[in-house]
């Protein structure tokens, strides 16, 4: 079995917020779309035959596993929760697995052709600061596969400031998304819009008695937990979002 690295003490601020025993109901992980989204979002990157690629957020390692089962790929993942990494090695024993933070990764230069970000970057409290590392650690024209949430509301000059607690606090709107990808020596090949999956993901979850709330610890207390999340939604309107940008 290959060892979680444990680079440094992991600070109780910087734990994974999908480090939460309700994940564990979601075999494929908690995202939009699941693997299926996943493989599109492969597909739509296009990495070269033995493509080495870098999962960031990448929790259990389900994608790394599909990456190198069904494309063929050399691929490693980072993520802040030993846990979760642990969890994913009990099952996939031969993974790469490293714990650690992906605003400070530990990789030299140019040593990925690609990065993938499924739903994890608006997770780390610091988009722009990972974005650069991404951009640090991918070769000259290696790609970014990107996923995640993004506030509607105010799509072309709106903010995200003053989101409320849990899974949408470190949602972003478009402009500061498109802001932090120019910023960080990366240029945008590909943008689709995938809230419709969002909005099939957030009702499936209640049509089956999942705590949202509880699920994505909205940071909220009392009996009006969902109503002020729901509340905060309809404001927000937020949307689902897969991207590729390239190296300039």
Known sequence: MNPVLSLKPVEKELLNPYDNSLFSLFPEGVRPGGLLLTERLIESAGFKNGARILDTGCG????????????????????????????????FPFLKLVQGDAGFLPFKNESFDGVIAECSLSATGNINRVLKEIGRVLGHGGRLAMSDIYIRNGTEAGTSEGNPPGVLSGALTYSEIIKNIEDSELKILEWKDYSQ???????????????VCGLFKCGLSGENNMKAFMNAASALKPGYFSLIAEKR
């Open 197 to 211: 999956l969002w909005r099939e993901f957030i009702a499936g979850l209640i049509l089956n008695d999942v705590p």
């Open 60 to 91: 259990q390692g389900i994608s790394i596993e599909l990456l190198e089962r069904k494309y063929l790929f050399k691929a490693a993942g980072i993520d802040i929760s030993g846990s979760l990494l642990i969890n994913g090695l009990s099952k």
